[in-house]
C-alpha cells in the first residue's frame, strides 16, 4: 500500500510538470465527399493551427471522381487551391441511398482531369515517409484507402499518431463507414494504432438549423455554404440528412476535445470513442466560426479583461454564467488570470486563485497589500498553488511579497499579512482527498502519458472551479505571526 501510495505521488507529479500540449495539428483528411464532411473540412481550415498536409477521396458516399469539384470549390473559398488533393480508387461498391442528392451540387469550377490527380496511395506513402512528426489521419468516411496504404507498407503504422474516424458504433461494430468496407476497416483496427472512433451517439436533436446556407457573415466557412445552398436549394427542408450533425464532430473532437466524453474500449485499449458530447457547445462553436468570431484560447494578455461569451473556449463558457453568480466577478477574474498566467486549466492553481481572493476578504484589502508565506513549495503539484495566490492578491515573485517554503513537507498551505495580524488558510483534507481520488482514476483509466488524463484532469479542475465555494474550502486560523 506504501508503494502503491508513493507511485502515485510521483505520477501526480510527473502529471504536473507535462501540461497538454496544444498545436499538434500535422493532419491527413480523408473524406467520401458527402455535405457533412464538407463542414467538416471547413471547420478545420478555418482554425489558424490547424495544418492540412492533404485531402484523400474515399470511395462511399461518393465516388472519388465525383466528389473532386466539391472539394476543390471548398479549397478555392479558402484559398487553398494547392493544397494536394489525391484520389483513392475506384470499387463501384452499392451506392448508399443518399449519393443523388450529394451529387446534387456539382460546381462547375472545376476543370482538373482525373488524370492530373495523384494516386492517394502514392500519395500517403510518400507524405508519411517523408514527415518529420507523426501525423493524424482524419478520416470522415470508410476506413478503405489508409487500409490499403497500410497493407502496401506496413511501416507506415509508425507515422500515424492517431485516427480520427467517425462512425456512427464501435462496439459493436456498426454505422455507415464501417458498414460500407468492413475488410478494410476490421484491417486498419487490427493493426492497433490508436483510433478515436467520434460519433453523434443517434442524438434526434443533432441538426444543424437550415439558416447555416444564408449566412451573410463573409467567412469563408458562410460563403462556401451559401454556394451549396443556392447551387441546390437543399436549405428547404430541415430533416434532410444534410443537415444532420454527424462528420464535422470529428473535425470539432480535434480542435477543442474538452467537449466530448472519452472512454477507452475494455477489450481493445487502443480505441476509444464518445460517451457524450456537449451539442450546444457544438452548435455554438460552428456559429462562431461562420461568424469569424472563433477564437483558438491561446491569448495571454488581453487588450481588456474580456467579459463576451466568445473570447473564452467552449468548456469555460458552460460554467462562466454560474460561476460568477456564485462567486463574484473577482473571483472569477482571479481564476481566468490564473490559468493564462499558470499555461493551463490546472486544479492547484484555482485552489490557489480561490486562497488569495478569501485572504484578501479576511482584510478586506485589495490587490499588493498583503506579504504571502507559502508552504506550497517549488515543485508541482502543491507549487501550483503559488501561481494562483500570486495572481489573486498582487503578492508576486516580483514585488518580493511572497516567500516560498520548502521545507520537504509541501502542502497547500499558506499564511496571509498585514501589519501586525495573519491569518493561515490550508486547503481542508476533504477536497485534497478528491483532488488525490480523481487524478488517480485518470491514471488507473488513462496511464499518465495519455492525453485522455490531461483532459480528465482538465474537467476536475472546471468541476473544482463551478461547485467549491471559498467560504468552504478552507481551514482559517488567526494567528501571532512572530511566534512562526
Known amino acids: 500500500m506504501l508503494i502503491r501510495k508513493l507511485l502515485i505521488t510521483v505520477l501526480i507529479a510527473l502529471y504536473f510538470l507535462n501540461p497538454l500540449s496544444a498545436g499538434l495539428y500535422n493532419i491527413i483528411v480523408d473524406t ?11 471547420i478545420l481550415l478555418s482554425h489558424p493551427d490547424v495544418k492540412i498536409k492533404g485531402i484523400v477521396l474515399t470511395e462511399g458516399t461518393l465516388l472519388p471522381e465525383q466528389g473532386l469539384a466539391k472539394v476543390k470549390t471548398l479549397l478555392h473559398e479558402f484559398g487553398l487551391d494547392s493544397l494536394p488533393v489525391v484520389m483513392g480508387k475506384t470499387y463501384n461498391r452499392p451506392a448508399p441511398p443518399w449519393r443523388d442528392f450529394n451529387l446534387a451540387f456539382q460546381p462547375a469550377a472545376s476543370k482538373v482531369k482525373k488524370d492530373a490527380i495523384p494516386d492517394a496511395l502514392k500519395w500517403i506513402d510518400e507524405t508519411l515517409t517523408l514527415s518529420s512528426a507523426p501525423v493524424i489521419y482524419i478520416c470522415l468516411g470508410p476506413l478503405t484507402t489508409l487500409s490499403e496504404a497500410l497493407k502496401n507498407n506496413p511501416q507506415l503504422k509508425s507515422k500515424i499518431s492517431r485516427i480520427i474516424w467517425y462512425n456512427e458504433a464501435i462496439e459493436p461494430a456498426g454505422g455507415f463507414n464501417y458498414n460500407f468496407d ?39 466557412m458562410a460563403r462556401f455554404l451559401s454556394l451549396t445552398g443556392s447551387k441546390n436549394n437543399i436549405h428547404n427542408d430541415q430533416n434532410q440528412h444534410h443537415l444532420r450533425i454527424s462528420d464535422e464532430l470529428a473535425a470539432i473532437y480535434l480542435i477543442n476535445s474538452e467537449l466530448f ?111 504571502v508565506t507559502t508552504y506550497a513549495g517549488t515543485r508541482p503539484p502543491y507549487s501550483c498553488l503559488n501561481d494562483g495566490i500570486q495572481v489573486s492578491t498582487g503578492a508576486t515573485i516580483g514585488q518580493g511579497l511572497i516567500t516560498v517554503i520548502d521545507d520537504g513537507n509541501r502542502r497547500p498551505e499558506a499564511i496571509f499579512t498585514l501589519n501586525n495580524k495573519s491569518y493561515r488558510m490550508k486547503l481542508k483534507d476533504e477536497y485534497l482527498k478528491l483532488i488525490n481520488r480523481d487524478i488517480e482514476e485518470g491514471i488507473i483509466r488513462f496511464g499518465l502519458t495519455d492525453d485522455g488524463y490531461w483532459k480528465l484532469v482538465r474537467r476536475s479542475a472546471l468541476k473544482y472551479w463551478l461547485e467549491w465555494d471559498r467560504n468552504e474550502i478552507f481551514e482559517i486560523e488567526p494567528i501571532n505571526k512572530q511566534s512562526e
Open 32 to 42: 467520401d465527399c458527402a455535405f457533412d464532411d464538407m463542414r467538416a473540412i471547413g
Open 261 to 371: 466524453d472519452i472512454a477507452i474500449l475494455p477489450s481493445k485499449v487502443y480505441i476509444r470513442f464518445n460517451k457524450a458530447y456537449d451539442l450546444d457547445a457544438v452548435r455554438e462553436l460552428f456559429s462562431d466560426i461562420m461568424q469569424g468570431k472563433y477564437r483558438t484560447g491561446n491569448n495571454v494578455v488581453f487588450s481588456a479583461f474580456p467579459a463576451q461569451r466568445e473570447m473564452f473556449t467552449y468548456d469555460v463558457r458552460k460554467i462562466m454564467d454560474s460561476a460568477i453568480y456564485r462567486y463574484g466577478y473577482e473571483e472569477w477574474k482571479a481564476c481566468v488570470m490564473t490559468d493564462e498566467f499558470h499555461g493551463h486549466l490546472g486544479v492547484f492553481s484555482i485552489v490557489g486563485a480561490k486562497m488569495g481572493i478569501k485572504a484578501r476578504e479576511l482584510f478586506n484589502v485589495g490587490p499588493d497589500k498583503l506579504l
Open 182 to 220: 468492413k475488410s478494410s476497416a476490421d484491417w486498419v483496427l487490427a493493426m492497433k494504432i490508436r483510433t478515436d472512433v467520434i460519433s453523434n451517439l443517434n442524438n434526434n436533436e443533432a441538426f444543424w438549423d437550415s439558416s447555416i446556407y444564408q449566412n451573410k457573415a463573409g467567412t469563408n
